[in-house]
């Protein structure tokens, strides 16, 4: 694998926060400037700056939110999870048993077993009031902390062994004397010792016909759906046709689909026919019979493979990368596997035998048909620059599908994926795209070369490569099979000499994994500043920062992240930790952190942090004054505020001013800034008063 760098790593590369480097236009004609703007050439009218923005690289920075968590669950995460929920028929049992503070949910993958969890807890609890847990070796060891509601989903073999009577008896008190109840989801394979049945429900999914009329319902409710678009869709749920379906496909989830289908059918026309045929192509069989038809046509495997990869990407991006791919698959056996009879070379393709080549080849519509897919119609929006036509498959779950049977079940086939990944260009939100998907794979895959395949992304110096393992391994977690091995993973990762390997440690923290697990990605955070040498590298920096701003975009996390960057203040000078917090606390007290132009979810000012959790701040600030690396900037974003009367209000400025002011005597650096103050305020008032 290719390892080129965007740019020199620095403060001024694409992974920096301070903007780009020069660029290369007019090399010949160049002003160097330590500091300032040149402009070349005249200007007429307006001249828009932009200062802070990588050119060459725009990096997606959508952030997932993770379906398993280790913490409180958001009340609107919640209520989004129950939204259409239907009553399985083991429900009334399971409140029963949950009477008794414990409940072991035993179910198959896909029966809506989490779902039912959340429910049975958000009754008792509320939206707000659910906590996940991670599966633990020993769960006997666990100890409820308040009155909530806490789930575990998917109870490890290690922890199932462990788990007999006198450890659920035991947990059952503690529970009780919190006020909490637990609900532990466990797979149907997972043995489970025979002393603990009475705690023990075996879980039956709600019909899917259900689902899919409470579905429709919430759909309707939602404004998606018109009330006769409700009862057109709800009679034809009752036709033989989708009965049939929903009789072969038992599943919860295959209610939800059928209820998409039927609203797609009745709001943009269409056909029963077509629409379960889209639902009928989505299975793990139709993937391996396509692929099997397809196998002795280079072309259609690599376009095949790049629309699994690239889901809804736009045309251009898919068909670049689909010609990156297929010479790669071309070149796997011979005549026969390089296209048979319709085998494009340097004159084309030609759909029929004939003695004259076909210089044009087949349209790219005709080429998307033939492998079941379709364009959709282009989408214009505020975040795009220009319009975008994505490339879907017609059948619902199709790209899952082809993409897991391309990758597990065909020899070297995920080694060119990953090679054609490497050597195709980026467009932006690729590394998105291709990351989920992936992460989707790895999921199912086994053997100890699972993660290990994402190793050379993850040491890359290219950022949206780092990215894409970050999203693959956010994806990955939300498995409970692979959770311990991901964890492991950026374990190693962390205390790893190569700084890009930290990087990607800190770009997974700033995702869906961060978000899950806030105070294991704060542990792995404090480790990638450690490694040799002591300079804080601006791609590592960035990566961390972008992380601490993730976990402070939900108000949850803000404690813990403030605890961490006052610890790091603390540090000795010079090393990374310290680097750390003061880079951060120079951002938050003279504009925001992160800086503008670097990545970010939230941007915070030391005024907000004041405003939110003003004990935790104070001690931040006193830290910062007390530390001769940021006295100045600590003391002019004080300044700052209190001349602001919207900030200064706030921030509660008179309140802090008072605790400063208690705590000086102790602290140099406060000190130093209350007389500052003092003499500031006095000058003034001299001033006024010779006036």
Same mark, same amino acid.
């Not at 802070?52 to 995460?77: Q, T, W």
């Not at 962390?494 to 770009?507: F, H, I, K, N, Y």
């Given at each position: ?8 790593? !620095?403060? &001024?590369?694409?992974?920096g ?14 002003? #160097? ?5 040149a ?5 007429a009218?307006?001249?828009?700056v ?24 958001p ?15 083991? &429900?009334?049992?399971? #409140? ?12 198959g *993958? ?7 969890a ?8 509320? @939206? ?16 409820? /902390?308040?009155r ?21 008896t ?13 609900v532990v ?17 075996t879980?039956?999914p ?7 009329? /409470? ?6 409710e939602?404004?998606?759906?018109? +009330? ?11 036709s ?8 072969a ?10 209820? %998409? !289908? ?12 077509a ?13 391996r019979?396509?692929?099997a ?30 010609a ?5 698959i ?7 596997? +390089?296209? !048979? ?5 340097? $004159? ?6 004939s003695?004259?080549? =076909?210089v ?8 998307l ?9 282009p989408?214009?929006? +505020?975040?795009?620059? $220009?319009?975008v ?8 779950h ?10 597990? =079940? ?8 990953? /090679?054609?990944?490497?050597e ?15 992460g ?14 994402l ?6 110096d %290219?950022?949206?490569?780092? #990215?894409l ?12 099979a ?17 700084v ?8 997974t ?10 105070a !294991?990605?704060? %542990? ?9 040498? /002591? *300079? ?5 920096r ?21 605890d ?6 603390? @540090? ?20 925001t ?30 830290a910062?004054?007390d ?7 600590a003391?002019?974003?004080?300044f700052?505020?209190?001349?602001d ?6 921030a ?12 000086a ?11 500052? #103050? ?5 000058? *003034?008032s ?6």
């Amino acid at each position: 694998m290719s390892a080129g760098a965007d740019a020199a790593p !620095g403060p &001024h590369g694409p992974d920096g926060e301070d903007g780009p480097a020069p660029g290369d236009s007019y090399r010949d004609n160049q002003q #160097r400037l330590d500091q300032g703007m040149a402009v070349m050439g005249g200007i007429a009218g307006d001249a828009n700056v932009f200062i802070g923005i990588p050119p060459d690289e725009n990096i997606s920075e959508h952030i997932p939110k993770p379906r398993l968590r280790e913490g409180p669950y958001p009340a609107d995460d919640v209520h989004a999870r129950l939204r259409g929920f239907v009553e399985p028929p083991t &429900h009334a049992q399971c #409140r029963k048993v949950l009477d008794s503070h414990v409940l072991v949910l035993r179910a198959g *993958s896909g029966t809506g077993a989490g779902t039912a969890a959340f429910a049975l807890l958000e009754e008792r609890y509320g @939206a707000a009031g659910i906590t996940g847990l991670d599966s633990p070796d020993d769960l006997s060891r666990w100890r409820p /902390k308040e009155r909530r509601g806490y789930l575990l989903q998917g109870l490890s073999p290690v922890a199932a062994a462990s788990l007999g009577e006198v450890a659920l008896t035991g947990l059952a008190s503690l529970l009780r004397r919190s006020g909490a109840h637990l609900v532990v989801t466990v797979r149907m394979e997972t043995a489970l010792r025979g002393d603990t049945v009475s705690w023990q429900v075996t879980h039956r999914p709600p019909p899917p016909a259900e689902v899919a009329v /409470k579905r429709l319902g919430t759909m309707a409710e939602a404004g998606e759906l018109t +009330a006769g678009q409700e009862a057109d869709a709800l009679r034809r749920l009752a036709s033989a046709d989708f009965t049939g379906y929903l009789d072969a496909h038992p599943l919860p989830g295959d209610g939800v689909e059928v209820a %998409k !289908g039927l609203r797609d059918l009745v709001v943009a026309g269409g056909s029963a026919a077509a629409v379960l045929d889209d639902l009928r192509t989505g299975s793990p069989a139709a993937a391996r019979k396509a692929l099997a038809e397809a196998r002795h046509r280079a072309d259609r495997i690599s376009l095949m493979a790049a629309i699994s990869l690239l889901p809804e990407q736009d045309r251009t991006v898919v068909e670049r990368f689909s010609a990156v791919l297929r010479p790669h698959i071309d070149g796997r056996g011979g005549p026969a596997m +390089a296209g !048979g009879p319709e085998h494009t070379g340097a $004159h084309g393709q030609s759909g029929e035998p004939s003695a004259r080549h =076909d210089v044009l080849g087949p349209a790219f519509e005709d080429r998307l048909a033939a492998v079941g897919a379709r364009l959709l119609p282009p989408r214009f929006g +505020a975040a795009l620059r $220009h319009p975008v036509q994505p490339v879907v498959f017609s059948g619902r779950h199709r790209s899952d599908a082809l993409l897991r049977s391309l990758w597990l =079940d065909y020899e070297g086939m995920a080694d060119l994926l990953w /090679k054609s990944l490497d050597e195709a260009p980026h467009h932006p939100g690729i590394e998105l795209a291709a990351g989920e998907r992936i992460g989707r794979v790895l999921a199912h895959a086994t053997g100890p070369d699972t993660l290990r395949q994402l190793y050379p992304f993850a040491a890359s110096d %290219k950022r949206w490569r780092r #990215r894409l393992v970050a999203y693959a391994l956010g994806e990955t977690v939300q498995h409970p099979a692979l959770t311990g091995a991901v964890r492991e993973q950026l374990r190693h990762w962390s205390r790893a000499a190569l700084v890009p390997l930290r990087c990607t440690v800190a770009e997974t923290c700033a995702g869906s994994y961060g978000l899950a697990r806030p105070a !294991g990605a704060l %542990k792995l955070l404090d480790a990638v500043l450690d490694g040799p040498g /002591k *300079s804080l590298e601006g791609p590592l920096r960035t990566a961390v920062s972008f992380a601490l701003s993730t976990l402070l975009s939900e108000d949850t996390n803000h404690a813990l992240v403030l605890d961490l960057l006052r610890e790091w203040q603390r @540090a000795d000078p010079g090393t990374r930790r310290h680097g750390l917090a003061v880079h951060a606390v120079e951002s938050m007290s003279r504009a925001t952190f992160p800086r503008t132009g670097a990545p970010g979810v939230r941007r915070v000012r030391l005024a907000d942090l004041l405003a939110e959790h003003p004990e935790r701040a104070c001690g931040l600030v006193v830290a910062a004054l007390d530390d001769p690396a940021t006295h100045e900037a600590a003391a002019e974003g004080l300044f700052l505020i209190e001349g602001d009367p919207e900030l200064r209000r706030r921030a509660g400025f008179p309140h802090l001013l008072a605790a400063l002011a208690a705590v000086a005597q102790n602290h140099r650096g406060v000190l130093r800034y209350v007389l500052r #103050r003092h003499r500031a305020r006095t000058a *003034s008032s001299t001033e006024r008063l010779a006036s």
